[in-house]
Structure formats: C-alpha cells, structure tokens
C-alpha cells in the first residue's frame, strides 16, 4: 500500500497544515480519549492508550493542531492518507549510547559460548572511540539515528561514557547535542583502566573538574552512574552517591544504571535521591520494588539486554502491579544490547515481561518521555512526533515480532 499524498497548498511552507487521515487506529495517551475507552467497556491498559478509530489529524508548524474522527476533520493544505493503518506517538527511546566506535561482536559472540559479562568490554570501545575523529563519530551517530527513526523513534536520549577523560567526554556530549536535546553526561560508566589503581582520583576528576566543565558548556541535563559493585570496572554505592550528589547540586537530573548484574544498591540509591529513572532493574528485592513505588522514580526496563547477555528478564508485572512507572527502552550499546529497534523490545517486553501491547506501548511511548520531561502523547498543541504502523493496530508490534512494521511519519 501506498502512501497517498495530495498537495493542496505551497510545498514547503512552514505554517502549511497537512491533513493525516484514514488513519484506522490512532493511539494519543491523551486521558481526553482514555475516558471515552473506558466508558466503553475497555479494559484500563487499553483505554490509557486513549484509542481514536476512523480518525484524522492536522499538523501545523510541527506541533498537532486538530484530532479527531476522519468525518469531521477540517480542510487543509494538503491531504494524506494512510489508507487504514495505525498511528501512533513516535517511541521514545529514554536510553542509549549512540556515540561509539568500533566493534565488539567477537565479545558478543563470546558471550553466547558462554562467556559472563561483567562491563570489562567497555574499555575495548572507549580504547576506539577515544581514536576515532569527530568526522568519524559523527558519522557513526548519524548513520544510527536514521536507523532508530526508520524504525519509529522519534525522541532520543544519549549517553557519553565512552570517553572517560575531560576532553573525549565533552566531545561526545558535543556530538550528541547535535542530534538531540536529551543529553546524559555518564563520565562514571566505568572506571577507565589508566585509573585502575586509584579509583578515588577518577571520581574526583568525575565529581570536580568533569563536572564543572559540563555545566559550564551546558553540555548535558542529566547525570548517570553504573553502579554496580558486583562489576570491578562499575561503581560502588559510595562512589556512586558522590557523584550523583555532585550532579544533583550542579543542576543536573539524575539517571541510574541500577541492580543490572545482581542484587544491589543502584536502584535504593536512584529513590533515596530523587532520580527521574533507574536502569535495566533485572534484579529487584521487595525493598527496591517499595522504594520504587514510594518515590516516583521511574523504572526503565531494557528487556534487549537480557536476551543479549542472557540475564534473567526483570520483573515487570511485579512493578506494574505495585503501581510502580515503568519505561521501556533500548540501550542501544554495542555491548550488552547493540539493538536499535524499539519494536523488538515492544516484543520482548509483551513475550518475555509479560506486559499487555498495550502496557508496553504506553511504557515505550508516554512511559519513556515522562523521564525526558515529556509526555508522548499525540494532543492538540504537542509537538507532532508521530510513527505510522503497516498494520491496522498496535497490538501488531507485538504479534508480528521481528517485522518491520513501525516508521516515522514525518520528516
Ligand atoms: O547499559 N551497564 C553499563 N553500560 C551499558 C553497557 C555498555 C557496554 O558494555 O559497552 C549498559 O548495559
Ligand atoms: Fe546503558
């Protein structure tokens, strides 16, 4: 099927509203429509989805300007259709390591044989993204963003922490900024071997002057840490409470890579102090998930990891039912997760978490942006971040895993 297309209005035009319409299923998160789904009769992870059948939207100056039934919809400057299919809010990928370099499918494949992950791979790509030039980089960032974008990712957060000195991590903050406004300043990734013997000094570089330079270039709007102390390359609660503390009275959001390898402080610690997500959350005890549920700290799962290191898979029912914000994400990395494809972790979290389609739709879209400060939804006045299915709903991200289904819309 063709996407049709008619032009009614001048090309390029900024102000030019572009009517979408014949859209057979379109999902806003929009409580507006939440209310109307649950009056009829549906169940509340579907009716949160704020489900419009038969509708239309306009897009003008790149934000939504009108939603509604496709019978009702107002003229515009320009008309397509969709001829049935599903639109729903662009994903909203809330964690990745987009700027690397090099390769370590060797390690992967080791891992498969057998082989633990333990974090220690991460030197092999900050050893080749340390000697790789901007123009390199940059391409490599390029390349994987259109790659995300094909597959309906419309909003991306990006880490550093593949530089780990002063200068290689302001680099790739530079390099993310100019993809994306969502940028996490992760200098405590791991401690980068030259620090081995003296990994005090490292979190002083990290909490001193690291810190310092970021916030004077304004270089990122979150902090992250691997804490991990089960890893020797990761950091220890205490390490890792210094420097969230530190970024925290920087201005700084925080972010935690938490409870990844095993039972751990991470995510406790992510509670205790405030942070608008922890990470990966595999290995969760009844305190974890209470602290969770108290604080508001999103929980983001990253169920693409698992099936790469063949880690358990986190317990998603156990937050959702604890009332506990869950987010789904990628980690696009290329060490424990090199996926760019938030459909498969749709999947995985639908097969393998046990979510509904639509939990983990909700959880990959509104979910994911809560933790960037937004709210992925499709709503008059948000901007017009949207992503069109080749199917007529989203239950098909799941059913037909693997397939290629999701794109951007626009742009
Ligand atoms: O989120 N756990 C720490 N960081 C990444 C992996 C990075 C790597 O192995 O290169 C993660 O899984
Ligand atoms: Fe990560």
Known sequence: MALAQSPR????????SLLITDIGELVTNDPQWASAGQSAGQSADVARLGLVRNAALVVEAGRVAWIGPASLAPQADSQRSVAGRAVIPGFVDSHTHL?????????????????????????????????ASDEELRALLTARMAELRRQGT????????????????????????????????LGAH???????????????????????AVVEQGAAAYVDVFCEPRSAHAFTEEEARAILLAGRSAGLGLRVHGNQLGPGPGVRLACELGAVSVDHCTYLDSDDVAALAESGTVATLLPGVEFST?????????????????????????????????????????????????????????????????????????????AVLDAPSHVHLAYRPGVPLASALLG
């Open 9 to 16: 209005g001048p090309p390029g035009d900024p102000m030019t």
């Open 310 to 386: 063949r880690h358990p898979y986190p317990d998603a029912r156990r937050l959702l039912d604890a009332g506990v914000p869950v987010a789904l994400a990628t980690d696009c990395n290329p060490g424990t997760c090199y996926t760019s494809s938030m459909p498969f972790v749709i999947a995985l979290a639908v097969r393998e978490l046990r979510m509904t389609p639509a939990e983990a739709l909700y959880a990959a879209t509104a979910g994911s942006a809560a933790t960037l400060g937004l709210r992925g939804r499709i709503a008059v006045g948000e901007p017009a971040d949207l």
């Open 190 to 212: 791991v401690v980068p071997t030259e620090y081995a013997a003296d990994r005090a000094a490292y979190v002083d570089l990290v909490t001193g002057p690291m810190l310092a």
């Open 154 to 185: 419309t909003t991306v957060e990006i880490k550093s922490g593949y530089g780990l000195s002063m200068d290689d991590e302001l680099r790739l903050l530079r390099l993310a900024a100019e993809v994306t406004p969502h940028v996490t300043f």
């Open 99 to 131: 700027v690397f370099a090099g390769d370590r499918a060797g390690e992967f494949a080791a891992r498969m044989a057998g082989t633990a992950y333990d974090g220690g791979g991460i030197a092999t790509t900050v050893a080749a993204t340390r000697g």
